[in-house]
């Protein structure tokens, strides 16, 4: 069993229940010295996503969550179906997992999120749990300067296991979404949790949210929350297909990808396989990695990696391993 220390879970606003989470190592963080493996396929298939999956799940056990992003009503950049029902259907005792949004869109309230979910087809082969729905949970920052701890969905704590299934993509506020930003926004719960990542006010005005390197290093610390709590059973998969400049989260309104589909990365370290991510669009010719770089840097996103290799995260540095 984890070490563990005793946090409170507000339960539709009912009496705080006592529960157990998880203590990761309580020495002073340390900086990963060994290079990281990093799986790539060029594979855009199910079959390519479960061949590279394979190279990474040894540690995977129990219930398991499988982190996606659900995407507003018919994005055309969301992952695809079959994609994801192939991991599902591969992975015993699995769910889609997921948490309702800050901005008042169509996954705001659970009921709204719950149809977007049915018109987006995610409950089509998949049981979906969105996380927030019965209450929070606070997770410990384990060396964080911004956070001691930030509130999650309450349900995460039911799971073992998490995968991070991500579309990599761009971001209007992150410069760029991989599995750092689909974990630290995405298992944040949408009233308390989103509103300490983004620093946000008490009223709608979405100006005021933090921006630059002070926002990304509250995504990175949110982020580590959940990598703490379910190392070392915790995997990466970065989809590199469909790189809009925008979130799915902007649905119907993202701006069609000038970057051609690159394939799919996999580690057991969120940092290198973010940075190999990142790697990957600049090695891409100008015309087409442009719009994505000047989303990126004008957001300072690349900070999310910097910050993560200050407070130990993970690694930049990795081993690229083709698999065909």
Known sequence: ???????????????????????????????????????????????????????????????????????????????????????????????????????????????????????????TFAKVDIMDEEGTVNLPVKGGKRFKEVSMGGHIVNYDSMIVLTHFKGHAMGGYGGSIKNIAIGCADGRIGKKQVHDAPDNENYDKWLMGSKFMENMVESAKATVDYFAPHIVYINVLRRMSVDCDCSGTSAEEPKARDIGILASKDILAVDQASVDMVYDLPETESHDLKERIESREGLHQLEYGDEIGIGTRKYELIEVK
Request: aromatic residues 6%; proline residues 3%.
């Open 1 to 123: 069993m984890k070490n563990s220390i005793l946090r409170s879970m507000v339960i539709a606003g009912s009496l705080a229940v006592l529960i157990s989470v998880a203590d990761a190592d309580n020495s002073k963080v340390q900086k990963h010295q060994e290079k990281a493996k990093v799986y790539f396929t060029r594979d855009l298939s199910p079959e390519g996503l479960l061949k590279i999956y394979e190279k990474v799940n040894e540690d995977i056990h129990g219930k398991v969550a499988i982190k996606i992003h659900t995407g507003e009503p018919k994005g055309a950049n969301i992952l695809p179906l079959n994609m994801v029902k192939a991991l599902y259907e591969a992975v015993p005792n699995s769910t889609l997992v997921e948490t309702n949004t800050l901005y008042k869109g169509k996954r705001y309230t659970t009921k709204d999120h719950r149809e977007t979910i049915h018109i987006n087809g995610w409950d």
